[in-house]
């Protein structure tokens, strides 16, 4: 990566993703060039309505072109859940989870941060101030699996959890290099080992295995049901959270609801072998509900081109930017929102 250049790929998307996704490039633009980087964009057209418009989910050729950029800003995708127009999963598979297959994304990285000011539904939250480093490749989300007989009462249906050692060690040791660079050094893996026996014990092998090369990290393991109570209960004694893909899917939105919800909550997918370009989006999807309002929070999708600096290496950039959003949520005030372009304006105005 050219440290004085950053080629970004954007990808708007639909409904509130190219309104947030506006705000989130404001930032950017005002941190580079008070950084001194040099900021070069590229909108890509790709989602529901470009579906609607052309047939293309995701051509070979917009991945091949992807490739070319250091990092990609990602709004969100998708129509309204009634809509039917278009086939329901469409967008979500051949574009969605295309691209995070075909990219290598196989860290999908979520920050759970509850701030100053913000409300948490929980009544004793404590300092929440955790990362869940959940696998993005493998897991039962790689489409293995079939149906036989199907519509009738003897269907049968498969969804197989593929885990490799290769897939579980590279994310597990991405787990603890995160925990090693974190005050507290405390890593915490979640499974079902007792149950799920095949896997979780390969997952609890190839912890033990990384964990010999980490002697200052701290390990833990959580069943995934008892973590749910602790993410509850007491969510600030989590500090790195590893696990598989379909636990992390569920671990992740309960540590977004419990931090005050899906308008702070940003992610990562993220090659850490920096073989493609990792992407950086918000957690939400594309609201129709409010969409073309100004009603959207972009506070999600600036977080989320903060983890896109920190991936890149402009530390300095990305810590400023987060600096900005906790002194702007410590300013909000619930009873008078803000348009979207205002929040963005304001959090340009703080960095
Ligand atoms: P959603 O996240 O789009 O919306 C859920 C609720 O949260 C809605 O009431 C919405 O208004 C609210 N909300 C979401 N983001 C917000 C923000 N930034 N500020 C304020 N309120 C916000 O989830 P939903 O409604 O289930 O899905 C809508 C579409 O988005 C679907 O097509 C779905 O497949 C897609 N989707 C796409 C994702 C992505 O692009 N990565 C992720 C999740 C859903
Ligand atoms: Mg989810």
Redesign the pocket.
């Known amino acids: 990566v050219d440290t004085a250049v950053m080629d970004i790929a954007v990808i708007a998307?639909d409904?509130?993703g190219p309104e947030?996704t506006a705000e989130a490039v404001k930032v950017l633009k005002k941190v580079s060039a008070a950084e001194g980087l040099e900021l070069q964009l590229t909108d890509y057209k790709l989602g529901?309505e470009h579906w609607l418009a052309t047939g293309e989910t995701l051509p070979d050729s917009t991945i091949e072109a992807l490739r070319g950029h250091d990092a990609i800003l990602f709004g969100?995708?998708?129509?309204?859940?009634g809509d039917t127009s278009i086939p329901s999963g469409l967008?979500?598979r051949e574009m969605?989870l295309k691209l995070r297959f075909a990219l290598d994304h196989y860290v999908n990285l979520r920050p759970s941060f509850l701030y100053d000011g913000v409300p948490s539904p929980l009544a004793n939250p404590g300092k929440i101030d955790f990362v869940v480093v959940r696998e993005g490749t493998e897991g039962p989300y790689v489409g293995n699996g079939g149906v036989l007989r199907k519509g009738t009462p003897q269907e049968v249906a498969t969804e197989v959890s593929v885990n490799t050692a290769f897939g579980v060690e590279r994310l597990v040791r991405d787990g603890f290099r995160r925990a090693n660079e974190r005050p507290r050094k405390k890593l915490t893996y979640v499974h079902k080992h007792n149950v799920l026996v095949y896997a979780g014990h390969l997952w609890k092998r190839t912890v033990e295995a990384v964990a010999a090369e980490f002697p200052d990290v701290s390990v833990d393991y959580l069943h995934v049901d008892a973590a749910m109570i602790f993410l509850v209960t007491d969510p600030a004694r989590f500090d790195v959270i590893v696990t598989d893909n379909l636990f992390g899917d569920i671990v992740t939105d309960l540590a977004a609801a419990v931090t005050g919800g899906?308008?702070l909550a940003a992610s990562g997918n993220i090659n850490m072998d920096r073989t493609a370009p990792s992407m950086f989006?918000?957690?939400?999807?594309?609201?129709?509900?409010?969409a073309g309002q100004q009603?959207?929070?972009?506070t999600?999708a600036i977080l989320s081109a903060a983890l896109l600096l920190h991936h890149l290496g402009h530390h300095g950039a990305a810590d400023k930017i987060e600096a900005a959003v906790a002194a702007d949520i410590a300013t909000r005030d619930a009873s008078s929102p803000r348009p979207t372009s205002a929040i963005g304006d304001a959090i340009a105005a703080a960095l």
Do not use: M, Q, R
């Open positions: 998307g409904g509130i947030v529901a969100a995708v998708g129509a309204a859940p967008i979500e969605l899906i308008g989006e918000p957690v939400h999807g594309s609201a129709p509900d409010i009603k959207a929070d972009p999600a």
